[in-house]
């Protein structure tokens, strides 16, 4: 089991960036995927964006595009989410995720098999 701790939320305003750190411990993090998933009241858990293991591909999804960028400090065992541009509809719970490598797709949450207890960014018009 990976343990992962989030941290970097916060409040801030429209138009400002922000960036979200996970720090992983625990087994061995090779051939682990990492992703960043969010949640807003009474809505469901959606995909943010994952970062591959094996090539290091980064993967968005249409509102992170563009906005968001997640990277990987292998020497600190720690996945980055900076966001800029932030708008009040970015507003969340932000986790962070681990998963082996499989062919579950990666936009999902059953791809993943630890998470973190999320840090809460909060975007005011």
């Known amino acids: 089991q990976v343990r992962l701790v989030e941290s970097g939320g916060g409040l801030v305003q429209a138009g400002d960036s922000l960036r979200l750190s996970c720090a992983a411990s625990?087994?061995?993090?090779?051939?682990?995927?990492f992703a960043w998933f969010r949640q807003a009241p009474e809505k469901e858990r959606e995909f943010v964006a994952a970062?591959?293991?094996?090539?290091?591909?980064?993967v968005y999804s249409d509102s992170a595009k563009g906005r968001f960028a997640i990277s990987r400090d292998d020497a600190r065992n720690t996945i980055f989410l900076q966001m800029k541009e932030l708008k009040p509809e970015d507003t969340a719970v932000y986790y962070c995720?681990?998963?082996?490598?499989?062919?579950?797709?990666?936009?999902?949450?059953?791809?993943?098999?630890?998470w973190g207890q999320g840090t809460q960014v909060t975007v005011s018009s």
């Open positions: 995720a681990s998963g082996l490598i499989s062919t579950v797709s990666a936009r999902t949450t059953r791809a993943y098999s630890d």
């Open positions: 625990g087994r061995t993090l090779r051939f682990r995927n």
């Open positions: 970062l591959w293991y094996n090539d290091r591909t980064e």
